[in-house]
């Protein structure tokens, strides 16, 4: 890995640009090198491409009020398609290294609550509306004041917290931490590997490549992250050429030993047409009719609540990696990334892919070096092609995908040494939302928990004049997100 980068403005000397694209996008300015930038691309890249596999399998298992599926092969497509088009309008207008894809979490909400008391065009006409509701907010300046107004140590807060969600996501996909199959008879709900035991094949490529990362990270390798990916990857080929372990289902019945989800084989075809049937199929009038006004509300309602601040708590996370955050905690060209976010989630819905959103992986490429925009492109790129060469995105398994998500984890919980645990007033909000984020599997839920307990415990401590009147607001909207259920049963 390289030696630190020095972040937006911390340098006494900025070092003069090369060039009108090192100019443009930053690179010197930034402390970058366009060699750390492509690295940075592919990192980022190798780290989320299992969304063009997985967001297909989630979207095509659902099925709408009219008993109608989705193809899986043009999900798929259109999958790779507008992370591609989306990551890269970040790297050109916001030029920060930011990737974008289907949002894991609302993909599940379109295809197992909203399209089925609808068809699948009118689900993913509320997820246009929802981008167009969530462009309004940030062209008027709303969404960026919110986030001015949450303070900067319960913004630090949510970067550690979702540190720590992507660290659990990455043991939880490399099977390393499994629920117990009768979590409702025991006080314990996950534990190690099967049976407490870590017995499987895929368990091992997981742990080498994540001690092999760990060792190239302490030494400061560069590319470290990269490399244990890679190396990860070449063992897991190794060991299913010997062992055979197989997919995680077999014929409908699950195989524990297996990979969790792509079976790491070379493909015997490389290249595959793609299909864009999919493309224009939405509707944003019809659902109020058939799904009713109330409904559809609550729905959008939902959708925006996640995004909104999904976005904002990854922007910050990803910007706190690359020690880009000004003095008030805001990454440079705050504006320009909420904007791109807001047209990815419409171009998401306009697609079929549901809504595309900012990804924390991202952070793994800024940990490789990444700091601007041309390793977004790089990732954008990689995406546009992987619709064509989409067998060889399925050849990298979860396991070795997510020796990245744990050590990319580990650097960003280091920043937990800035809050002020002394400070209750702050500390007990910051430790909420940290926590919250993992143990719910949710980034709002984690940033819903810290807001609306540092709104209650200001006011209860007799200073509610330090606390931003939006809060107030926000906090509000985060008791009505909780209550959603309550709501939607009464409605």
Known sequence: MDEPSAGAGTTATTPAPHSGFDRFFEISARGSTLSREIRGGLATFFTMAYIVVLNPLILGSGVDGDGGKLAIAAVASATALVAGVMTILMGVVARFPLALAAGLGVNALVAFEIAPQMTWADAMGLVVIEGVLIAILVLTGLRTAVFRAVPTQLKTAIGVGIGLFLALIGFVDAGFVRRVPDAANTTVPVGLGIGGKLISWPALAFCVGLLLTVVLVVRKVRGAILIGILASTVLAIVIEAIAKAGPSFVDGKPNPKGWSLNVPVLPDKVIDKPDLSLLGHFNVLHSWQTAGVLIVLMFVFTLVITD???????????????????????????????????????????????????YIESASGVAEGARTGVASLVTGALFLVAMFFAPLVTVVPFEAASVALVVVGFLMMTAVRTIDWSDYEIALPAFLAIVIMPFTYSISNGIGAGIVSYVVIKVAAGKPREVHPLLYGVAALFIVYFLRGPLEGLF
């Open 308 to 358: 909104f601040f999904d976005t904002m708590g990854t922007m910050v996370a990803v910007a706190q990696e690359g020690d880009l955050l000004d003095a008030e905690g805001m990454p440079p060209r705050t504006r320009e990334i909420l904007l791109v976010d807001s047209i990815a989630a419409a171009a998401g819905g306009a697609a079929s892919t549901s809504s595309n959103t900012t």
